[in-house]
């Protein structure tokens, strides 16, 4: 099993930034890919970013691009979702999860770290 913890939302006014890291513990030699989802109140959980975990490559949901990087660090067992120009649609829970293979899906989640943006 993989165990999977956020850390680093918090409140910030539109415009500002956040950092989120998700610290990977256990079985992380199968993972294949680590994302990024949120969830709003009163909405469906929503794909935000995604990175592979031993090559890197990355994918983004279009609502987050150009204003969000996902990044990782193998050494730490850590990935990182940077926030930058934050808005208040932005606020929800943010969980990260992982998968061990791209026909697999997400399999273990965090518990969630909240992020709310005010105007």
């Known amino acids: 099993q993989v165990q999977l913890a956020e850390s680093g939302g918090g409140m910030v006014q539109g415009g500002g930034s956040l950092r989120l890291s998700c610290a990977a513990s256990?079985?992380?030699?199968?993972?294949?890919?680590i994302g990024w989802f949120r969830r709003a109140p009163g909405k469906e959980r929503e794909f935000v970013a995604a990175?592979?975990?031993?090559?890197?490559?990355?994918i983004y949901a279009d609502s987050v691009k150009g204003r969000f990087t996902i990044s990782r660090d193998n050494a730490k067992n850590t990935v990182y979702l940077q926030m930058n120009s934050l808005k208040p649609e932005d606020t929800a829970v943010y969980y990260c999860?992982?998968?061990?293979?791209?026909?697999?899906?997400?399999?273990?989640w965090g518990q969630g770290t909240q992020v709310t943006v005010s105007s």
């Open positions: 999860a992982s998968r061990r293979g791209i026909l697999v899906g997400y399999e273990y």
């Open positions: 256990g079985r992380t030699d199968s993972t294949y890919q």
């Open positions: 990175i592979s975990w031993s090559g890197g490559a990355t």
